[in-house]
């Protein structure tokens, strides 16, 4: 074992309190780096030095008292040759006031450490941190760094620690010199000690912005340990066998011939992108990325054909019932009257049902639709080849290795389509999705028409009613989303029986149908069958219908409380509508009045369409760590590089993460150790 692996040496409860810190071993003592800095290398005279800031002066004490007015405190009067300043303590010690008498009366100086204010007493500084020193004792040579901690860890504790790792560890060179040279980045080493005792002349500024080169080399090494990681899970997992999905492609060619229109441009492309993938044998890992309504269905049930001509299985798996049906009901409508054999799995079926089903996904049904149903113990694929997850953000990474375990006997395991809705900026996509290959469909089909989206202020309820009216009287349908409510599922169910009683007594005459998460499975396909076959007017709906729903009817979409969704999930229920020929409308209702970020959120949906650019503006509002925070995968965090503003450290990460694992294997692993240590074994999954 390095020295620098070795578990800190304390008294067990600090080793306890830093372990929340996430610091258990010396080397996460190294990369526990400052928030911030003091400066106690300068001592500036009383008189002169700026109020507002924190300084350093070194004065004698003229006076101590215990003052009772406002409040009881300990007061002393300091001075230095330039000027008096009073000293205030809130909170403090008996022996506090004994000490600075006798510094009083020895005549001992003291170095004060604060802010000074000018009160109506003249300067003053509150609870300012100080200690008795003689003239000669030396000033620090460098600043004296801040770091984050918890209750019970101070900061001298954390910092006489941190010194000890320091010396203890090697701080070794894992990249080659004259790389990161040319990169105007410095050695490891140096960085680390830079920036744990920045010597003064260091612009603070720099620091403080990290946008020192230190602190630029620091951020990419953590960069890389990330690409590393998650490069490695990618290449581990190619290393398994999959089966070679060939085919002539004669399923797929009968089924483009008998779709009512031709692909997109992206489609084409990326239909053989996934096509090469399939080829090969090692599992595709590709995640298909398109924004709501670009098509994603219909290049995932190509990439099936693929397989079943293969003779293999492909599985489709969706995070709903409601959307697993409707793939259900698509890719039957298309399929079987090509002679495929369609087979349906979702947990709402009866036990006979689900036997059954199960029976033929382990015999002969070659395409096998459901819901987290078809990861179950139970379920035993004959030959699974391809594996299509929709929403794939909506699984966590157990379920979609448990998909993965699905192959069957022999061949390997299977491909793996990932499709999701939710664009994420490129920076981003390749930070988190580093262990994936990407294909991103960049067109909508053609003949669609924008939606327009009004803001509507709740106090109009009224005229939107009206607007429903005129929709169902010219023949067209419309969803009525109830307010997200996130405190509470019972009271989100409840308020949609309400709105929906409202409704149907508001828009008396129409028919008003409600589905909500709590509504049984067959209850729930009912009123959706019922909503496409237009026998109902106004569907009252939860976020249930967030993903995925599909009726070219609908064309008006109110959304209540907007202001309390999500952007990404305003812009999910907004595809919802403008998926026929009739120009669709999205009326975001909100209530007055607006927090600042409401109105900055509710006007970035107004102003855009494209999912992607919602996306990065979005990213913009909320930084990155929410915004990818459902994708529960384990991917670390990353502590300091920031990927909007070190987009360039994202991209030589990536190039460098290949190179070492390829070319220097070892020193990869020792990054990887440095960095991440034991949470490293989660990420090998
Ligand atoms: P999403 O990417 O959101 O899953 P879908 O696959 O549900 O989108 O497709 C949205 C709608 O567009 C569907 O009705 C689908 O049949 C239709 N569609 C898909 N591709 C095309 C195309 N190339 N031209 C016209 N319509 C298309
Ligand atoms: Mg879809």
């Known amino acids: 074992m390095k020295l620098s692996d070795e578990e800190i040496k304390a008294p067990p409860a600090l080793k306890a309190r830093l372990a929340k810190l996430g610091l258990s071993r010396q080397s996460d003592l190294v990369l526990h780096l400052p928030l911030r800095y003091e400066d106690e290398t300068r001592i500036l005279p009383v008189a002169h030095a700026p109020a507002g800031c924190p300084v350093q002066v070194e004065v004698g004490v003229l006076d101590v008292s215990v003052q009772f007015r406002p409040r009881r405190q300990l007061v002393a009067r300091v001075a230095d040759a330039s000027g008096e300043l009073t000293l205030r303590f809130l909170n403090f010690y008996g022996s506090q006031t004994k000490q600075l008498e006798r510094a009083r009366d020895e005549g001992r100086k003291l170095r004060v450490f604060g802010e000074i204010r000018h009160g109506f007493l003249g300067a003053e500084m509150v609870h300012p941190r100080y200690r008795l020193v003689e003239e000669s004792t030396p000033l620090p040579a460098a600043l004296t760094p801040v770091y984050p901690t918890t209750a019970g860890v101070s900061q001298a504790a954390l910092r006489r620690h941190i010194a000890a790792a320091l010396d203890a560890d090697g701080l070794d060179e894992l990249l080659d010199e004259a790389w990161f040279q040319r990169q105007g980045l410095p050695a490891f080493a140096a960085a680390v000690l830079t920036l744990h005792a920045p010597p003064p002349e260091v612009p603070e500024v720099s620091l403080q912005q990290r946008t020192h ?56 492309r990326v239909v053989a992108e996934i096509g090469a993938d399939l080829a090969l044998p090692m599992p595709m890992q590709r995640l298909l990325q398109g924004d709501v309504g670009s098509g994603k269905t219909i290049v995932a049930a190509l990439a099936a054909c693929q397989a079943i001509e293969a003779g293999f299985q492909a599985a489709f798996m969706a995070p709903t019932e409601i959307l697993a049906e409707q ?187 409600l589905v909500h998460g709590r509504l049984k499975a067959d209850e729930k396909a009912a009123t959706m069958a ?156």
Request: glycine share 8%; with cysteine.
């Open 213 to 268: 080169p230190a602190w630029r080399r620091i951020k990419f090494d953590e960069v890389l340990a990330q690409q590393l990681s998650l490069r490695r899970a990618y290449l581990n997992r190619r290393g398994n066998g999959a089966p070679r999905l060939t085919a002539r492609g004669r399923l797929a060619g009968r089924l483009l011939a008998a779709l009512p229109f031709p692909l997109t441009a992206a489609q084409r």
């Open 530 to 685: 019922a909503f496409s076959a237009g026998e109902i007017e106004v569907l009252v709906a939860t976020t249930v219908i967030e993903v995925g729903v599909d009726v070219p009817n609908a064309s008006l979409m109110v959304i209540e409380h907007a202001e309390r969704f999500g952007l990404s999930q305003l812009h999910q229920l907004r595809g919802r509508v403008g998926r026929g020929k009739d120009e669709s409308v999205c009326v975001l209702l909100y209530q007055q009045p607006l927090s600042e970020t409401a109105r900055a959120r509710l006007k970035i949906i107004y102003e855009n369409t494209d999912g992607f650019e919602i996306a990065r503006q979005d990213l913009q509002l909320r930084g990155p760590g929410e915004f990818v925070g459902s994708r529960q995968s384990g991917v670390p965090l990353l502590r300091y590089a920031d990927l909007e503003a070190d987009a360039d450290l994202v991209e030589l990460a990536r190039e460098m993460a290949d190179e070492l694992l390829r070319k220097a294997p070892e020193r990869a692993d020792r990054h990887l150790a440095r960095w991440l240590g034991s949470r490293e074994e989660l990420l090998k999954a």
């Open 327 to 513: 793939h259900y009901l698509k890719l039957r409508a298309w399929l079987e009257p090509l002679g495929v054999t369609v087979a349906w799995l979702t947990g709402s079926l009866s036990k006979a049902e689900k036997l059954a089903a199960q029976r033929r996904a382990a015999g002969e049904a070659q395409l096998v639709v459901g819901t987290h149903a078809l990861i179950q113990e139970s379920v035993d694929f004959a030959r699974l080849g391809l594996a299509v997850v929709d929403e794939q953000h909506r699984f966590g990474v157990a379920q979609r290795l448990a998909l993965r375990r699905k192959g069957g006997t022999g061949s390997g395991v299977p491909h793996q389509l990932m499709m999701s809705a939710t664009p994420i900026p490129r920076t981003l996509a390749m930070s988190y999705y580093a262990d994936l290959d990407v294909s991103v469909l960049d067109e909508l089909p053609p003949g669609r028409t924008p939606v327009r989206t009004r803001l509507v202020s709740d106090a109009r309820r009224d005229e939107v009613i009206a607007r429903i009216r005129d929709a169902a009287a010219a023949g067209r349908q419309v969803y009525w989303v109830c307010p997200l409510i996130e405190e509470s599922e019972k009271l989100q169910l409840q308020t949609a029986i309400d709105t929906h009683a409202v409704l149907s007594q508001e828009l008396d005459g129409l028919r008003v149908g």
